[in-house]
């Protein structure tokens, strides 16, 4: 059967003072033993050594303590150094060099403080970004898609939340070809109907994960967590050819005899740093798009 400890005993100054007693309890027992033996069967009369007997036990004690704090007192120097440095938020700075004993501890110790920060990073994002859904659903009033004040708001959680996970984020930038021909000669009650109906594509074409914006007028923009760029190329060609078979009304009267999209591609951390620069690269891989021909799909990287 397991003994249990007292929950005292896991610290490690309490069994070295345990240790500690139990070396001058042995001592004084073969100290009070030896001199038993001496006295009866030798005969020999030790009330003259007792004070020396009694020296000899007060120096063990005197040196069994000096070990207890030899052995603590890298620990305890330790210990400081480490609060210190946690609320200077500088931990990595402890020289391991100083402690060789401890150094695979420390080191594995610090790696468990880096992933439990990261768990608690991550977890406070995710938190935010559901607080930020219920809170900040903005949408649409014809498209039903969220509008660009969500976008502001929800493209830095994901990009901080894909950072800290290591993984790429891919964003699609959609535009109407020639849109306005298509308002001026059809209406726009009719350019709403292209409108909405690229937006239900999106929703039939996307992943539930995916998350789609109107951008402004007949620009789209889509978040894809998780995807990296050459998937995020794979999906725009869907999309592209599925709204290239769509049955809108009039497509036949616009200047390359359908209606058609252009969309550009970027990814993080390939191709931006930040929201704001994966946004403004997905737009030059739009007009990169749009001046080299219409309908289709590019990106600016190689």
């Not at 305890?76 to 401890?102: A, F, N």
């Not at 859904?133 to 901080?160: C, H, N, W």
């Not at 036949?252 to 994966?278: C, R």
Request: aromatic content about 8%; glycine content about 4%; some cysteine.
């Amino acid at each position: 059967m397991a003994i249990r400890l007292p929950s005292k005993l896991y610290s490690l100054k309490y069994r070295l003072l345990i240790v500690t007693i139990c070396n001058i309890i042995t001592a004084l027992c073969l100290t009070l033993l030896t001199v038993n033996i001496l006295d009866k069967k030798l005969g020999w009369n030790l009330t003259i050594l007792f004070p020396e007997l009694i020296l000899f036990l007060f120096i063990y004690i005197i040196l069994s303590i000096i070990t207890t704090r030899v052995i603590l007192h890298p620990i305890d120097r330790l210990t400081r150094e480490v609060h210190q440095l946690i609320d200077k938020g500088m931990l990595h700075e402890i020289d391991l060099s100083r402690y060789p004993e401890l150094a695979n501890l420390l080191a594995y110790t610090f790696e468990l403080i880096e992933s439990v920060k990261k768990e608690r990073s991550l977890a406070l994002l995710i938190k935010g970004a559901s607080d930020l859904r219920i809170k900040m659903v903005r949408k649409d009033a014809l498209t039903g898609l969220y509008d660009r004040e969500y976008l502001d708001q929800y493209l830095p959680f994901e990009l901080s939340r894909s950072h800290i996970m290591n993984q790429p984020v891919s964003v699609m930038m959609l535009d109407v070809d020639e849109f306005k021909f298509y308002n001026d000669k059809n209406g726009h009650p009719e350019g709403d109907q292209v409108l909405s109906g690229l937006a239900d594509l999106l929703r039939r074409v996307t992943r539930n994960y995916d998350v789609c914006v109107r951008y402004g007028g007949e620009e789209f923009l889509v978040i894809m967590p998780r995807t990296p760029q050459y998937q995020a190329l794979e999906a725009a060609e869907r999309v592209r050819k599925a709204f290239e078979n769509e049955p809108f009304e009039h497509k036949e009267l616009q200047p390359t005899g359908n209606l058609t999209i252009s969309i550009g591609v970027a990814s993080f951390p390939n191709d931006a740093n930040d929201d704001k620069d994966l946004i403004k690269r997905a737009d030059e891989a739009l007009y990169s798009a749009k001046r080299s021909g219409k309908n289709k799909v590019c990106t600016t990287s190689p």
